[in-house]
């Protein structure tokens, strides 16, 4: 009983944590103050909850699509959507 309300408690505290969080850094901005649709690696792999090295693992094994320009990398917010919601167990 004791460890079903410290569990309680845990989740509250987590979801406080989680909203201030993202109160504090936002979501990635384009110009103008709008939702960006494209991400570097750094702000996708933010957006996901993994490293940098991890997402440009990922793209290496293919498991995440990008859209290239020249050198620069770009991966589509709702690509990595669909990536999270594949990966659920």
Do not use: C
Not at 26 to 35: A, D, K
Not at 52 to 78: F, M, N, S, T, W
């Amino acid at each position: 009983m004791l460890s079903q309300a410290f569990e309680e408690i845990v989740d509250r505290l987590a979801t406080l944590i989680a909203v201030r969080v993202q109160s504090r850094i936002g979501p990635p901005t384009g110009r103008g103050g709008t939702v960006a649709r494209l991400l570097t690696v750094k702000e996708a792999a933010a957006y996901v909850g993994r490293t940098e090295q991890a997402v440009q693992h990922l793209i290496h094994k293919r498991e995440l699509i990008v859209v290239r320009r020249g050198r620069r990398v770009h991966l589509d917010r709702a690509d990595l959507d669909r990536w999270i919601d594949a990966n659920k167990v």
